[in-house]
């Protein structure tokens, strides 16, 4: 999608920027750096061979599936629940993202406000019960994640961008909702992570912890696995139906079936057909550097290790990890006509170019580091951009999609939002606008690669061009298809 940007975004590069981003790339590993951990990977558990029965059945082995399995034997331990994943715990995205756990239910406030302006305060508060909550059950359970709630500072980097974290700023404070978050102005922002291309900032302080993904998606499985949930790896479900009283889900080598079926299979496609429309799968790219020596930290000034990224359409988020490397990942996303998913996506050399004459542009006074992993995978978006929820087979079946690369924390409250709907509560979260209603689905190929194309081409004009959003953008916005991110 962003290779039309490509001309843009390097016509100012000379031969030493390229020449330096190309040699901090020449050992990095093509794979992600936190599944690269032998010593906390967990030994894979066997495939499904035969008929099971359950209460529940929970498909899909990320956080949206780990989450639903937990939570489901914490409201009734006497529960019989299964989980059926197709390759290993923890091995997609839930395993390899950025490490962001944000409050955000709606991915960031101003799209919430834009899309649910009457229930932003209760979609906010319910946010940071839900990581208040997350951080609980990494303690109870004693889940080795490194968890960190260091806020994040989203950074401007361009005038107008300074503009949009004011108003921003003063939304929160006219509604209230400005506890914990500070503006920072050129000099308050580059005194908490120094860049000669940081402009201003929003410091989020509480809404936001950093993680090591994988580690929290293995603590949730041994959690799952202590609490009675049978796990059944390398075994994709292929197919759900009725069957008198019971759902079913076929698989390679048996079949589950249960009271009722929870999904959590997020980019990759639904067993229910009527939700593929509403799913765009995308490719996301990251890198990760070498241990950071005391001297170049200090060179950096990044004491208190907030996540941080920028606010343009095409933006980089980063962050430190527990040893003081850098992740340094987003910008491009890429999406495959004909909604395609391949293992030959994870690699991109021209993505990774890019991010690294980025990344030394940001942090020149990191020259000559290297970078040791290289990796990318797909990601699950939707015209909202947040994740959105439904019933079918009677009430037997739920799920929630949708994302958009936020799924670190907000798949916990989506579990939840699962579970109340297969008992039919009625809650505080199922009242939602935003659980009952769904988003515009995407129109049918070749319209949705031609629109996907145009989008981003006006998304990286309005980069370059102050945040002008030209006609077709103000038309999606109208729509509610509105791209901000």
Not at 459 to 476: F, I, P, V
């Amino acid at each position: 999608m962003s290779e039309t940007a490509d001309v843009n975004v390097n016509a100012n590069v000379n031969g030493d920027d390229s020449r330096t981003a190309l040699r901090a790339l020449a050992d990095a590993q093509p794979l992600p750096f936190w599944l690269d951990d032998p010593g906390n990977r967990p030994e894979p558990h066997a495939a499904l061979i035969g008929d099971e029965r359950c209460d529940l059945l929970v498909v899909g082995g990320g956080y949206s599936g780990l989450w639903t399995a937990l939570l489901a034997k914490e409201r009734d331990p006497g529960r019989d629940v299964v989980l059926v994943e197709g390759e290993e715990v923890g091995w997609a995205a839930s395993g390899r993202n950025g490490g962001f756990c944000a409050a955000s239910l709606t991915h960031g406030f101003g799209n919430g406000f834009a899309r649910w302006p009457s229930e932003i305060t209760a979609l906010e508060q319910l946010g940071l019960r839900n990581l208040d909550a997350i951080e609980a059950a990494v303690e109870r359970y004693a889940i080795d994640c490194d968890f960190e709630r260091t806020g994040e500072i989203a950074i401007a980097t361009k005038p107008h961008q300074v503009a949009e974290l004011e108003e921003a700023a003063e939304q929160a404070r006219v509604l209230g909702l400005d506890d914990g978050l500070t503006y920072l102005d050129r000099d308050a922002v580059r005194a908490e992570a120094d860049s000669p291309t940081f402009l201003a900032g929003l410091w989020e302080r509480t809404g936001v912890a950093m993680v090591n993904p994988a580690r929290l998606a293995w603590g949730l499985k041994r959690a799952c696995e202590n609490a009675g949930v049978r796990i059944y790896e390398h075994t994709p479900a292929t197919r759900i139906g009725a069957r008198g009283a019971e759902v079913a889900a076929g698989t390679p080598y048996g079949r589950v079936r249960a009271r009722h079926i929870a999904l959590g299979t997020n980019a990759f496609p639904s067993l229910l057909r009527r939700v593929r429309p509403y799913v765009v799968p995308v490719y996301d790219y990251a890198l990760m550097t070498e241990p950071l020596t005391d001297e170049q930290l200090a060179a950096l000034g990044w004491r208190n290790r907030q996540g941080l990224s920028d606010t343009a359409n095409h933006f980089h988020y980063f962050r430190l990890s527990a040893d003081n490397r850098i992740l340094w990942g987003g910008y491009d996303v890429l999406y495959h006509y004909g909604s395609r998913i391949s293992r030959d996506y994870h690699q991109r050399p021209e993505t990774f170019r890019k991010l690294a004459l980025h990344f030394f542009r940001c942090f020149p006074q990191l020259a000559g580091i290297r970078f040791t992993h290289r990796w990318g995978g797909v990601i699950d978006t939707c015209s909202r951009f947040s994740a959105f929820f439904g019933t079918a087979m009677d009430g037997r079946v739920s799920y929630a999609a949708g994302y958009t690369g936020l799924g670190v924390g907000a798949t916990r409250f989506g579990a939840e939002v699962m579970l109340d709907l297969l008992a039919g509560d009625r809650t505080e979260r199922t009242a939602l606008e935003m659980v009952r209603k769904k988003p515009l689905p995407f129109p049918p190929e070749p319209v949705r690669w031609a629109g996907i194309g145009l989008t981003q081409r006006a998304l990286a004009r309005s980069d370059a061009r102050g945040g002008e959003r030209n006609l077709w953008l103000r038309a999606m916005d109208r729509m509610g298809m509105g791209f901000d991110s």
